[in-house]
């Protein structure tokens, strides 16, 4: 079967960097592009004309929202009371046990991964909170997310998570880790277990990837067997570092060195290695402690950062600076991680934030987080068959509509979909030569439906915080609407 979609942008690839291509086409045989051009000559199943829209490689999301997003409840949360959201050490003394139901967290992914595909994601490398879990993500979750994934037809690295550790908060309000290192020892084992089972799955769209959480969570044995596993199953590593002050000093404390330092000094950062959000260095404006040139260690060792502007400029941080990490030649990839999921405005808050803080615009414009977004997170994955649209690619290809009147003027076409467009812009989506979104549809899924689900599942979800709280606040207190609710005004 082959396909020819026309438009009137391609966005192409020479061998080393993006290049426009105006009025032209892409080819692709089955899940493989095999022409990127204009007046392709041979005979054609289908053609696709997309009309007036930029034909892209689709996104790499390496750290992808794969449940429902809870930040909401966080993000405007004061400092005294964002302590209330984490775990009181009397829920974890009673138990902890599951909030939601298995159906529950085997619903989360599809509604998760159908809203990446409605915003032109076509690889992800999910995340899901831990906030209302037990202790972390078990392998029926997984399990079902993988049959989700294939189901849609999203490209997908996935490994349930594990820690060995996770913050409480004492009657007095102080901020703790809470440690079961057995628990730890037994995620890893299971996530092992699952990449054995999975990766490669379903045609090649599942691979598998090791997921511990936080730095601060894991014990350094778990660490240092992560890494073991990783190079022996060939998988990546996703740890999320050097991205909050508690953490920060923590180990700082515990260790004597800065996270990425201490990640150096045990063997764990890599080629394979990718670290959400890696802002909170030696150096950081909101550090007092911690010595080193952190940036070069993760050069020198060729790990990826993965890097998540827009959540973390909603909680008033930033890299500092995208421009400066690029100019040291570290590989940068993006993931949203957060609702939505929105490359495009990620890449337009990275780029604001990272020229505010550089004061120019070199190495922050909008092509070099385009090129983190696609190449760069091809780079982590070792993947030369994804992020570009080139013969011999994966036919991961998405149409950006210009056509809407909120796009104003066209002048290029990367820098009007990123200044004017959004995620709700991507009109067509095929992800390994299988059309998986058109006209803002999903095939075979009922988007209202899992709307009215996933409403249900928050909510509940939502409830969860104030069986948390150790302050037992209530509702009422706990979780204030942005204005007070009332029957009547008089």
Same mark, same amino acid.
């Given at each position: 079967m082959k396909t020819k979609i026309i438009g009137k942008y391609v966005i192409g690839y020479d061998g080393q960097d993006h290049v426009i291509l105006e009025n032209a086409q892409v080819v692709y045989e089955n899940d493989t592009i095999v022409f990127v051009g204009k007046d392709y000559s041979e005979t054609v199943d289908e053609v696709i004309d997309v009309g007036n829209a930029v034909i892209s490689p689709g996104f790499i999301d390496l750290n992808a929202l794969g449940d429902i997003d809870h930040d909401i409840v966080h993000l405007e949360a004061t400092m005294s009371k964002s302590k209330n959201l984490l775990w009181s050490e009397q829920f974890v003394q009673e138990g902890h046990d599951e909030w939601m139901t298995e159906e529950e967290e085997a619903f989360k992914s599809l509604y998760a991964y159908s809203q990446l595909i409605l915003h032109g994601i076509t690889?992800? *490398? @999910?995340?899901?909170?831990?906030?209302?879990?037990?202790?972390?993500?078990?392998?029926?979750?997984? #399990?079902?997310?993988?049959?989700?994934? #294939?189901?849609?037809?999203?490209?997908?690295?996935?490994?349930?998570?594990?820690?060995s550790g996770i913050r409480v908060v004492e009657p007095d309000g102080k901020i703790k880790l809470f440690w079961d290192e057995e628990a730890g020892r037994e995620g890893l084992k299971r996530a092992v277990q699952f990449v054995e089972e999975f990766d490669g799955a379903y045609d090649g769209l599942v691979r598998g990837m090791l997921a511990p959480e936080r730095i601060e969570c894991q014990t350094e044995e778990n660490l240092k067997q992560t890494k073991y596993y990783s190079e022996k199953l060939g998988v990546? +590593?996703? !740890?999320?570092?050097?991205?909050?002050?508690?953490?920060?000093?923590?180990?700082?404390?515990?260790?004597?060195?800065?996270?990425?330092?201490?990640?150096?000094?045990?063997?764990?950062l890599g080629p394979k290695t990718g670290i959400p959000h890696a802002h909170f260095i030696a150096g950081y404006s909101s550090t007092t402690n911690g010595e080193g040139d952190d940036i070069a260690l993760i050069k020198e060792t060729n790990a990826t950062v993965i890097h998540c502007p827009l959540i973390i400029g909603r909680h008033g941080d930033a890299l500092e600076s995208f421009a400066k990490y690029k100019r040291y030649g570290v590989n940068i990839g993006l993931g949203t991680d957060t609702f939505p999921p929105d490359m495009f405005q990620n890449i337009?808050?990275?780029?604001? !934030?990272?020229?505010?803080?550089?004061?120019?615009?070199?190495?922050s414009t909008y092509a070099d987080f385009y090129r983190a977004a696609t190449l760069g997170a091809a780079s982590f994955l070792e993947r030369e068959d994804l992020g570009r649209l080139a013969?011999?690619?994966?036919?991961? &290809? &998405?149409?950006?509509? !210009?056509?809407?009147?909120? *796009?104003?003027?066209?002048?290029?076409?990367?820098?009007?979909? +990123?200044?004017?467009?959004?995620?709700?812009?991507?009109?067509?989506? &095929? &992800?390994?030569?299988?059309?998986?979104?058109?006209?803002?549809?999903? @095939?075979?899924?009922?988007?209202?439906?899992i709307k009215q689900k996933g409403q249900k599942y928050y909510d509940k979800m939502k409830k969860g915080y104030v069986k948390r709280d150790y302050q037992e606040l209530g509702e009422e207190q706990l979780l204030l609407p942005s204005f007070t609710y009332v029957e009547r005004i008089d």
């Open positions: 690889t992800a *490398m @999910p995340i899901t909170s831990v906030f209302y879990k037990k202790w972390a993500e078990t392998y029926e979750e997984l #399990a079902a997310a993988a049959e989700h994934a #294939a189901s849609l037809g999203l490209r997908i690295y996935l490994g349930p998570s594990y820690q990546p +590593i996703k !740890l999320h570092a050097a991205q909050g002050s508690f953490e920060y000093n923590t180990i700082v404390e515990t260790h004597g060195v800065t996270p990425i330092r201490y990640l150096y000094n045990i063997g764990f337009r808050t990275g780029s604001m !934030l990272s020229r505010l803080i550089d004061k120019k615009v070199d190495d013969a011999g690619a994966k036919a991961d &290809i &998405i149409a950006i509509d !210009l056509d809407g009147f909120h *796009m104003g003027p066209l002048d290029d076409p990367i820098r009007t979909i +990123i200044v004017s467009g959004s995620g709700r812009d991507v009109k067509l989506s &095929i &992800i390994n030569g299988r059309v998986v979104m058109k006209d803002r549809k999903i @095939p075979n899924l009922d988007l209202d439906d």
